[in-house]
T-cell receptor, first 123, second 108 residues
Framework: EVQLLESGGGLVQPGGSLRLSCAASGFTFSSYAMTWVRQAPGKGLEWVSVISGSDENTYYADSVKGRFTISRDNSKNTLFLQMNSLRADDTAVYYCAKVWGRGRASYYGMDVWGQGATVTVSS | SYELTQPPSVSVSPGQTARITCSGDALPKQYAYWYQQKPGQAPVLVIYTDNMRPSGIPERFSGSSSGTTVTLTISGVQAEDEADYYC???????????FGGGTKLTVL
């Protein structure tokens, strides 16, 4: 069974940092790009970032560019999101998700999602 | 930044057909995807690459594309289809993903 399990969420003060992890199982992790998507309380989905299977390509939403870094460890089947200079509007549930296919054409469709990790930025 | 536009809400009676549109300038060049999200749950992919249905998704869900608009059609709507639906695609350069604002489907 394909599974994604996020961890690392929590309460952080404005300006602080947090690192999310996503443990993957049930598929050949290195063959697929992976993404992070977030959802603020009561709001819609927001695409955050994508990383290719061999991490040669990384892309970010304008709202997080320069503050967040996506990375992966294919030897440990784990995806990461390093979040720095956090702001109140970064408060959200953060989902990691697997793209549906292989190759760049599939970077933006996600067929498997984790249960989400809650990040709260507040003093 | 690039945006996808969806109607905030759509209402239909059980057994009727629901159509949810999504508009964006880059849609003729980029695939569209549709997700269903129920309260407290992660999104579920219901349509990929404009009109393909993942395994396990009922046949009543279909997708189509015409110019700068893509449409999710749910035929014979059932009470269990009540949820928020989001379209997703990418900008023209393919370097940023984007979601529509979401459409709340109400089954009357």
């Amino acid at each position: 069974e394909v599974q994604l399990l996020e961890s690392g969420g929590g309460l952080v003060q404005p300006g602080g940092s947090l690192r999310l992890s996503c443990a993957a199982s049930g598929f050949t992790f290195s063959s697929y790009a992976m993404t992070w998507v977030r959802q603020a309380p009561g709001k819609g989905l927001e695409w955050v970032s994508v990383i290719s299977g061999s991490d040669e390509n990384t892309y970010y939403a304008d709202s997080v560019k320069g503050r967040f870094t996506i990375s992966r460890d294919n030897s440990k089947n784990t995806l990461f999101l390093q979040m720095n200079s956090l702001r109140a509007d970064d408060t959200a549930v953060y989902y990691c998700a697997k793209v549906w296919g292989r190759g760049r054409a599939s970077y933006y469709g996600m067929d498997v999602w984790g249960q989400g990790a809650t990040v709260t930025v507040s003093s | 930044s690039y945006e996808l536009t969806q109607p905030p809400s759509v209402s239909v009676s059980p057994g009727q057909t629901a159509r949810i549109t999504c508009s964006g300038d880059a849609l003729p060049k980029q695939y569209a995807y549709w997700y269903q999200q129920k309260p407290g749950q992660a999104p579920v992919l219901v349509i990929y690459t404009d009109n393909m249905r993942p395994s396990g998704i009922p046949e009543r869900f279909s997708g189509s594309s015409s110019g700068t608009t893509v449409t999710l059609t749910i035929s014979g709507v059932q009470a269990e289809d009540e949820a928020d639906y989001y379209c997703q695609s990418a900008d023209t350069s393919g370097t940023q993903g984007v979601f529509g604002g979401g459409t709340k489907l109400t089954v009357l």
